[in-house]
């Protein structure tokens, strides 16, 4: 670099010289062969110029080596980034179907016609299984679960079956907070909301398994998380949006068992 400054300043100067001497003609020829002179040395800079991935006394190998390390940088951080992108849509999605209903709830509306919320910034080309920082266990169907993931949801299960409502509605709000995303948040919606229901608080229940069937309507829970919005729709004082909702159920999927449930309700409720 220092070589070249010190030619262009050489040219430059040798014109300034012989300058008072010269034809207006011979300037102009002196100028158009510094710009030429000007625009090689450009060419060179851009050409041999050293970058961080390696030195030019290092080897052929040395500096794929260098790429090679530099790839998978990019590769780890696009992966890191795509899987907080999802965490956001997923959360995001849960969280325009709760207002949703909470929207038609207070304006008086039929909360049983609302649809499938749409995917927060559209639905993505494909889906694309998120990379977990200490990947453990696999669920049944063949997720990568974090450590520690199934265990705590087993707990909070575990507390629900064994009637500890309190502990078990702490323990699917932790786990929703902490692995946003899990293949279980279905799950982990529908146990929290009946720990909600089992603590009397109806309403925030019937969010909660309308959170987990709006979420993710095709989940083995599906069936069980419609149905209990219905049925929690007739204690609510709402029959008419009980009626609609539970009779989707049996619309929506049939032979599950839980249109028979479905059916037993409505005919309580004088659908």
Do not use: H
């Not at 060419?43 to 041999?48: A, F, N, Q, V």
């Amino acid at each position: 670099m220092r070589l070249i400054l010190c030619v262009v300043l050489a040219l430059a100067a040798g014109t300034n010289v012989a300058a008072q001497d010269q034809t207006l003609a011979d300037i102009r020829q002196d100028l158009t062969l510094l710009n030429i002179e000007i625009q090689r040395l450009k060419r060179e800079l851009s050409t041999t110029g050293a970058s961080g991935a390696g030195s030019a006394s290092g080897s052929v190998l040395d500096r794929v080596n260098a790429l090679e390390t530099q790839l998978q940088r990019l590769t780890g951080k696009t992966e890191e980034l795509e899987f907080r992108i999802d965490r956001v849509v997923r959360d995001g999605t849960n969280r325009i179907g709760d207002l949703e209903f909470r929207l038609v709830e207070l304006e008086g509306g039929d909360v049983s016609q609302l649809g499938e919320t749409s995917t927060l910034g559209g639905e993505a080309p494909s889906q694309v299984a998120a990379a977990t920082p200490a990947p453990a266990t696999t669920s049944g169907g063949g997720t990568q679960l974090a450590v520690g993931e199934q265990a705590d949801f087993d707990a909070a299960q575990a507390a629900l079956e064994a009637g500890d409502a309190a502990t078990a509605a702490a323990g699917f709000s932790r786990f929703r907070e902490v692995y946003p995303g899990s293949p279980f948040e279905p799950q982990a919606l529908l146990g929290l909301g009946k720990a909600l229901d089992a603590q009397g608080d109806v309403r925030s229940a019937a969010r909660a398994w309308l959170d987990s069937y709006s979420g993710y309507p095709r989940s083995e829970v599906a069936p069980e998380a419609l149905f209990r919005v219905g049925e929690a729709l007739g204690r609510l004082g709402k029959p008419q949006e009980a009626c609609v909702t539970l009779g989707e159920v049996g619309a929506r999927f049939p032979g599950d068992p839980f249109v028979a449930e479905a059916a037993n309700v409505r005919a309580q409720l004088g659908c």
